[in-house]
């Protein structure tokens, strides 16, 4: 990328601005007192601009800056890693392997890493896991992942819903046994779905948390394990009081700097 910068602002040198324009400018940007000027080619410029310098910046790739900073991310047995960092999981760890992408859920914020840590400390084997606001699908994966027979991740936001699927396919999660579908609570949900599931993760946000702890209650089969995150340390009390309202027990809080999770039984 060819940028021609010269010493000014727009305002500066306004009456200059046509003449980057004339001599073939692509665009022009205003950055730190200087102007830059992309061009395709390097050009002879008239006398009022000659006080400038042309360089040849190289094409950042902000997507492979971006990937070429992620690490795997640890959490309780399982590590979620980007599918390039696959061959780093440590032996006896359960590889877990996301896209980051368009959706939220590449482990490494606190919630997911939380979520996922809580969801190994449980006996997944033979259960059905419903995951509210699944994202790229990272946590109804990690049910799957865990020995959930059946797991069924809804999100409000369509985008979702093809990225979680690829995703349970690059974990070699079957088709059959981890179902993605647009939607929330409340809504009609595929298969046997609306009869009460044994375990239901969610990470959303408190007050959403508050509004659905109903839907909680009706979707899990008596003492079926409830894990909520995406919670600020300083909303847990509107969670709390939403748990005590809907009859959950057996309520308890972790955390990870500003971010809570919180376990209960229905
Ligand atoms: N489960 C992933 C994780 O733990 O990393 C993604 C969580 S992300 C913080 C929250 C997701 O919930 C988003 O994908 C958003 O579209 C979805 N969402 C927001 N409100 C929702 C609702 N009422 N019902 C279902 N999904 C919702």
Do not use: C
């Not at 306004?14 to 102007?35: K, Q, S």
């Not at 991310?73 to 392997?97: D, H, M, S």
């Not at 896209?99 to 859920?105: L, S, T, V």
């Not at 600020?232 to 999770?261: I, M, P, Y």
């Amino acid at each position: 990328m060819l940028v021609y910068s010269l010493p000014g602002t727009f305002e500066t040198r306004e009456a200059h601005l046509d003449l980057l324009w004339e001599a073939g400018a692509t665009g022009l940007e205003e950055r730190a007192g200087l102007i830059r000027a992309y061009f395709d080619t390097e050009t002879e410029l008239p006398a009022e601009i000659r006080d400038g310098q042309w360089q040849d910046e190289a094409e950042q790739d902000w997507l492979a800056a971006f990937k070429a900073t992620l690490r795997p991310v640890r959490a309780g047995r399982i590590t979620i890693v980007p599918p390039w960092l696959r061959a780093e999981v440590e032996a006896g760890q359960v590889p877990l392997i996301i896209e980051p992408g368009m959706a939220f859920g590449t482990g490494h914020h606190a919630t997911t890493r939380m979520a996922v840590e809580a969801l190994g400390e449980l006996d997944l084997a033979g259960l059905r896991v419903l995951d509210v606001g699944t994202g790229s699908g990272v946590l109804a994966i990690a049910g799957a992942l865990l020995g959930a027979e059946q797991v069924l991740g809804v999100d409000i936001d369509p985008i979702t819903i093809p990225i979680a699927v690829e995703n349970a396919q690059d974990n070699g999660v079957p088709e059959g046994r981890a179902v993605f579908v647009q939607g929330t609570l409340g809504d009609e949900l595929p298969g046997d779905w609306n009869e009460p599931s044994d375990v239901l993760v969610a990470n959303l946000y408190a007050e959403l948390h508050d509004l659905l702890a109903g839907d909680y209650a009706a979707h899990l089969r008596p003492g079926g394990p409830l894990v909520l995150t995406g919670i600020l340390t300083g909303k847990l009390a509107l969670v709390r009081a939403a748990l005590e309202r809907e009859g959950f027990t057996a309520v308890q809080v972790r955390e990870d700097g500003e971010w809570a999770l919180v376990t209960a039984t229905a």
